[in-house]
């Protein structure tokens, strides 16, 4: 699990450097898959 995670927050931060992407989407994203991660 711990190798997917890492994998996951790569296109993750590309994702947040990208300026064109909007911040709602990027915060609902990250907001679900932290909130995800942590009931495990």
């Known amino acids: ?3 997917d995670i890492s994998q ?3 296109p993750i931060a ?3 450097s990208d300026p064109n992407q ?3 989407y990027f915060d609902e994203t990250a907001l ?3 909130k995800y ?3 495990f």
């Open 14 to 16: 590309e994702f947040q």
């Open 1 to 3: 699990m711990p190798n």
């Open 32 to 34: 679900s898959m932290l």
């Open 22 to 24: 909007p911040t709602k």
């Open 8 to 10: 996951l927050k790569v």
């Open 37 to 39: 991660f942590e009931i």
